[in-house]
């Protein structure tokens, strides 16, 4: 016995429904693990910005404060040791991919004494931050030891 012309469209209609919601709830579900509070420690590992909040208006010298969770902070001159590595700024940039050395200019603010807090002087503007965790060597730890603030300076 053979379904009618109308049950199938109808029953194909629901299955493209019901996985189209899935996708949906899979796909926001990993935006969200891939986008923490860039404020908050990380539940695992990561990096966070203490200080600004996310949305902050500061003025042309501002401190920030970095988080990390999963590994160790130490100098550049350390060299390059496993589970460990120093803090830069990434001004209007996004995260660097593992492995991909960060430049040394005006936009890559490099931290190689294993500051954990620091002054930033800019230039009124609005900026995305982007803390990127590194090692000695400054080869980035990708994404997962990234963090994006905006902030407003005045």
Request: aromatic residues 10%.
């Amino acid at each position: 016995m053979h379904s009618s012309p109308l049950k199938t469209k109808r029953a194909l209609y629901s299955w493209v429904f019901a996985l189209g919601t899935a996708a949906t709830l899979l796909l926001s579900g990993c935006a969200s693990m891939m986008n923490p509070n860039p404020n908050q420690p990380p539940a695992d590992k990561g990096v966070w910005f203490v200080e600004p909040q996310n949305g902050a208006t500061v003025g042309q010298t501002f401190k920030v404060k970095f988080g990390v969770k999963g590994m160790a902070v130490e100098p550049a001159a350390a060299g390059q040791n496993t589970g460990k590595g120093h803090h830069h700024v990434l001004v209007n940039l996004m995260s660097k991919p593992a492995g991909e050395i960060i430049p040394f200019d005006a936009q890559h603010i490099h931290f190689g004494a294993g500051q954990t807090e620091a002054e930033l002087k800019l230039a009124p503007g609005q900026y995305k931050l982007t803390m990127q965790f590194a090692d000695g060597f400054h080869l980035s730890y990708g994404k997962d030891f990234a963090a994006t603030i905006a902030v407003t300076v005045k």
